[in-house]
């Protein structure tokens, strides 16, 4: 027995210990920029959960003047060398936030996926039928065309986004802006809940190419429109349909599909940059 408790406080003391060195590598992180580099931008998620950032002082990287001074702090290691010493030990222990969400996904990719599937549900229940179907089937081609065409060179083809940018650009021909935005953002989320990654930047990206790809393509078919469309002197509004019987003159398909065209080209051409530059600045 006496064995038995001497073993269960020498336990205790080692997960004090612990506990401490994590909360003391943690602050060091935060608050001097050599170790926040040392460590590859890595943080102890648990412990800022508990500890709270305010303690922590998480955000000393914008707001403390000394983050970039170590000589600064070394200054407190002497009369706490056994703490410093606790937090040196545990430096390594942590995540970056990458990592951190990346887990997060893969411990429920399917909530992920069924999330991301509901936003591409209200995306276009919200934006109504949009486009006929022969323009819809048009947008879906060139949705996959322009993914597969514009992602990045040199890696082998990513055939989960190609396909969720079928499904996209089939659902939001003819779409509003907003349920365009919502519909896409939710297919990115979808994608990153299949291939469990951090959906963060491909969302980011999504809205983004989006916002770009919806206003070229926009202005294309307004100007393509004005040439072609029965409000133009060459093309009656209304035409012959029969003795004394006219019908209205269809505005021509050939705006919207050069729209579509400019939209979805731009769109994942400026998408899958954003989404690179973001995951370079996650640290992936």
């Not at 403390?64 to 430096?91: C, E, K, R, T, W």
């Not at 294309?220 to 429109?225: H, N, R, S």
Request: aromatic share 8%; glycine share 18%; net charge positive.
């Amino acid at each position: 027995m006496p064995e038995k408790r001497k073993a269960g406080r020498i336990q205790a003391r080692h997960q004090r210990a612990g506990g401490e060195g994590r909360v003391v590598a943690e602050m060091m992180r935060n608050v001097d920029k050599e170790f926040a580099e040392w460590t590859g931008g890595i943080h102890d998620y648990p412990v800022r959960r508990i500890m709270g950032c305010q303690i922590l002082k998480c955000s000393a990287s914008k707001t403390d003047p000394s983050y970039a001074n170590s000589n600064i702090n070394s200054q407190y290691i002497v009369g706490n060398q056994g703490s410093y010493d606790l937090g040196l030990g545990q430096l390594p222990t942590g995540k970056t936030y990458n990592q951190l969400v990346t887990g997060n996904i893969q411990n429920d990719p399917v909530g992920a996926a069924v999330a991301g599937a509901g936003m591409v549900g209200l995306g276009y229940l919200s934006g109504g039928a949009g486009a006929a179907v022969g323009m819809k089937v048009f947008g879906a081609g060139v949705g996959a065309i322009a993914n597969y065409a514009f992602q990045p060179s040199g890696q082998p083809t990513d055939w989960i986004d190609v396909g969720i940018a079928t499904g996209t650009g089939f659902l939001t021909s003819g779409m509003g802006f907003g349920s365009s935005v919502v519909t896409n953002t939710g297919g990115s989320l979808l994608g990153s809940g299949i291939k469990g990654e951090n959906p963060n930047a491909g969302m980011g990206a999504a809205a983004g190419g989006t916002a770009l790809g919806y206003g070229l393509g926009a202005g294309v078919q307004t100007g393509i429109q004005k040439v072609v469309d029965p409000q133009t002197w060459y093309r009656p509004v209304w035409i012959d349909a029969g003795p004394g019987i006219s019908r209205p003159n269809t505005p021509s398909a050939v705006p919207g599909m050069f729209g579509n065209v400019f939209s979805s080209g731009s769109q994942e051409a400026a998408g899958n940059s954003m989404k690179d530059a973001l995951q370079r600045a996650q640290g992936k």
